[in-house]
């Protein structure tokens, strides 16, 4: 599957979960990781309704590791 088809399965996937971050508030982001080689987030306030990023597991890692090093704070 191409980066252009992941979007579309990945809207339709299941097992989305919410950050362990948002202590049940609806104001964080969703993952499914059930399209194998495919990292889906989400907008967990607008639920099915939100547009999808697809990225790679190598792209999902490289990004929370950026985040996790204060690397977008400048």
Known sequence: MNHQAAPA??????????????????????????????????????GTDSPVLASTPSQWHTTLTATKTNEFNT
Request: aromatic share 8%; charged share 20%.
């Open 9 to 46: 399965a990945l809207t339709h996937a299941s097992g989305w979960r919410t950050s362990s971050y948002s202590q049940g508030a609806n104001d964080c982001v969703e993952i499914t990781t059930e399209v194998p080689g495919w990292v889906g987030v989400r907008d967990s306030k607008l």
